[in-house]
């Protein structure tokens, strides 16, 4: 059984460890709250967002107020706002 919860706790873990190589990115919302995650794309509606618990997230861009992205070797971000979304 002990070895049962080891082996569960160890998947858990590694299930949530960031992938190499991913840029991670916070999307900050108008409302103050941050999304922390990877972006899949962004368009003149807004982006997408891969989240490690929520999954595939579609935000919409009135609801943006700016995204930083960064690199996973953990430089400076950068950071934009809602309007500079790509045209796709």
């Known amino acids: 059984m002990v070895i049962a919860i080891r ?3 160890i998947l858990v873990v590694a299930g949530f ?9 916070t999307v900050q919302l108008v409302n103050g ?8 794309e ?3 509606a807004g982006v ?6 929520l999954g595939r997230l579609e935000l919409a861009g009135e609801d943006i107020e700016s995204v930083f992205e960064s690199d996973s070797d953990g430089s400076t971000p950068t950071a934009s706002d809602a309007s500079e979304t ?3």
């Open 17 to 25: 460890a960031p992938v190499a190589g991913a840029q991670t990115s």
């Open 33 to 40: 709250d941050e999304l922390h995650g990877q972006i899949v």
């Open 86 to 88: 790509d045209e796709a």
């Open 42 to 44: 962004r368009n003149a």
């Open 7 to 9: 082996v569960l706790a």
């Open 48 to 53: 997408v967002l891969e989240h490690p618990q």
